[in-house]
């Protein structure tokens, strides 16, 4: 192949991937203040592999070693929590004053004001919605109770829950790359 079809290959390529992250994001579309309540499961802290780099490397170990709570790793690299106006335009990342984490339950509560949304994560690649509802009822019964993101939603009226592949379920595509759930008061 010349490098005239493989630069022009290789550039969309570059392009394509930088679209491939899709995010989740809850809009308060209510007129009162709502406080959602945000958990994603742990991950293990070790695997065998990292146990055996701990044998023969504890300061490798160190900085290889996963942590728990995927939340906890956004937090601290100043990417979560992202507050957006209803328009997804004006967009910022919260203090922690504006949150609370709780990093034994993985676990983020806020409050968001009306017309006021939070990305809640990102999923790498493009995301095409839930998988067949045999393949789903499947997974749910594989998963543990506390295993399963979910997503509490407490209004002055009511409280909404929402968990796994519900939650997955209660977003919209809004975007190629953005999914919404839309809280509204009934």
Known sequence: MTKKFLIPLFILFLLQSCSWITDFYVLNSSKSPIVITFKQ????????????LKAKSLELYQKMKPTPCPLEKDIKNGKYSEICDEDFKNCRTSNPTEYKFDREECSLELTLESNQAVKLFSICCSYTGVIDEKEDIKNISQSAEGDTISLTIKSFASTTQYKGIELMRAFEKQKKTRYVLKYKEE
């Open 41 to 52: 499961p742990k991950s293990p802290e070790t695997t065998p592999y990292l146990e055996k």
